[in-house]
DNA sequence: TGTCAAAAGTTGTATAACAGATAATGGAGG
DNA sequence: CCTCCATTATCTGTTATACAACTTTTGACA
């Protein structure tokens, strides 16, 4: 590890401070001067961590008093689900399911000649990126949000934003999502996406409502086999 | 408003800009330095505010180069109304048959004993409600968010809450709503959500979408004939 | 022992400065 | 006029210092 900007390793290192000393719910962590001081950096950049932690929950800073853990960072990922709560991932995906789904239907029954080339565009951009650079998870929600954008609904855009924004926010406080795929995966990501944009070009609604929950199935096992 | 540090209202301020100013994605906002003149703050605060909204993913800043939009913020449905075609009233409809349906799919299939004895509870405040006071609108929400509480899942809750939010909002700044049912339409609305409850209640998820899906075209209904 | 004001500690905010990177400018040469 | 390239301007990343606002601890005094 080791990369990254100063406030990142900050970040990272405030959450191993609270798992490894043990830190429960309501205890306070070490003054931003001493943060400062164990990682050998400035009090600034500890402050941005911290405000990001705080941002993600996890911490709660009170003026005159210190910081304190507000919700343990949530390390158990994949394997280890609660009973009760299921863990954002899988949570994400099912909601996904449903919302994404259908909006691939509507977009196909509903599109207008603009949206289709925005939703051409963004695959042609996901294919770049994914060819070159691998990953390219911006790219991916970006063709994901298109086909939302074309449902003609801004309920629909309002949720999915909502839920990405939320989803992402689980997962930086947790572990970390962006593992690199096989060159194969990246072959059938593409696939996938130009089978559910090929659907919405001829407006064949349930063909893209099949192919999206297809690939989204397809996508939560690649993440957590 | 006005509330709480001034890092927040940084954080407000430029989503703000991002929606007034309609900054697509990839669009370069203004300099730290000019925001922090815009707001009148320092540029220590516009820095927190950036961090968090980099961290919410709504941002990303480069190096020498600037902070460009990555993720246009979840979006306050009123901006972009005139571009969409369907009306948020209904557009949240078709949102909500897909959402609430396999919420109380999953409701039926997952539901603890605590989590019904809630559902049954909102059951019993909504029927004293609607035979006393009429409308009812914040115990019929209770109801269901009761239901999709039970899925077990804080990105259907999430969404759900979201989606109500904006709705509301819309709805609040637009035109009636609160108008009255004639009787025979408070009759129907209960039977429609007993029996939502008792298909969760005997685990029957098929039985509790489609019920779930009735009674929201039915809602439909009344609320534009 | 109990009260309470002073002190020490902590977060919130501002300012100045510089390093490291990118974008804009403006000539020199074709 | 256009292209290439070095210079300059601009912007983010990071540090240091200082003070204001607030909370907790300390310690003297009754």
């Given at each position: 590890?080791?990369?990254?900007?100063?406030?990142?390793?900050?970040?990272?290192?405030?959450?191993?401070?609270?798992?490894?000393?043990?830190?429960?719910?309501?205890?306070?962590?070490?003054?931003?001067?001493?943060?400062?001081?164990?990682?050998?950096?400035?009090?600034?950049?500890?402050?941005?961590?911290?405000?990001?932690?705080?941002?993600?929950?996890?911490?709660?800073?009170?003026?005159?008093?210190?910081?304190?853990?507000?919700?343990?960072?949530?390390?158990?990922?994949?394997?280890?689900?609660?009973?009760?709560?299921?863990?954002?991932?899988?949570?994400?995906?099912?909601?996904?399911?449903?919302?994404?789904?259908?909006?691939?239907?509507?977009?196909?029954?509903?599109?207008?000649?603009?949206?289709?080339?925005?939703?051409?565009r963004a695959m042609t951009n996901l294919r770049k990126a994914l060819v070159s650079t691998g990953p390219a998870h911006n790219?991916?929600?970006?063709?994901?949000?298109?086909?939302?954008?074309?449902?003609?609904?801004?309920?629909?855009?309002?949720?999915?934003?909502?839920?990405?924004?939320?989803?992402?926010?689980?997962?930086?406080?947790?572990?970390?999502?962006?593992?690199?795929?096989?060159?194969?995966a990246i072959g059938a990501m593409l696939t996938e996406h130009e089978m559910i944009v090929e659907a919405i070009k001829v407006?064949?609604?349930?063909?893209?409502?099949?192919?999206?929950?297809?690939h989204l199935s397809q996508g939560r096992k690649r993440l957590m086999p």
């Amino acid at each position: 590890m080791q990369e990254g900007r100063l406030a990142d390793r900050a970040y990272a290192g405030i959450i191993e401070i609270i798992n490894t000393e043990d830190l429960e719910i309501g205890n306070r962590l070490p003054s931003e001067a001493r943060l400062a001081e164990i990682f050998g950096i400035s009090r600034t950049m500890v402050r941005e961590a911290l405000v990001r932690l705080a941002a993600d929950g996890i911490t709660e800073a009170r003026r005159g008093a210190g910081s304190f853990v507000k919700r343990r960072p949530s390390m158990r990922l994949g394997s280890h689900m609660q009973m009760m709560d299921l863990s954002a991932t899988m949570g994400s995906y099912e909601v996904r399911f449903v919302l994404e789904a259908e909006a691939a239907r509507l977009a196909a029954m509903r599109r207008s000649v603009e949206q289709m080339g925005a939703i051409q565009r963004a695959m042609t951009n996901l294919r770049k990126a994914l060819v070159s650079t691998g990953p390219a998870h911006n790219e991916d929600m970006l063709l994901h949000r298109a086909i939302v954008l074309a449902t003609a609904n801004p309920v629909f855009l309002s949720c999915f934003d909502h839920m990405h924004e939320e989803v992402d926010r689980i997962m930086r406080a947790g572990v970390d999502i962006s593992r690199s795929r096989p060159p194969e995966a990246i072959g059938a990501m593409l696939t996938e996406h130009e089978m559910i944009v090929e659907a919405i070009k001829v407006q064949d609604g349930d063909g893209a409502a099949l192919a999206m929950r297809w690939h989204l199935s397809q996508g939560r096992k690649r993440l957590m086999p």
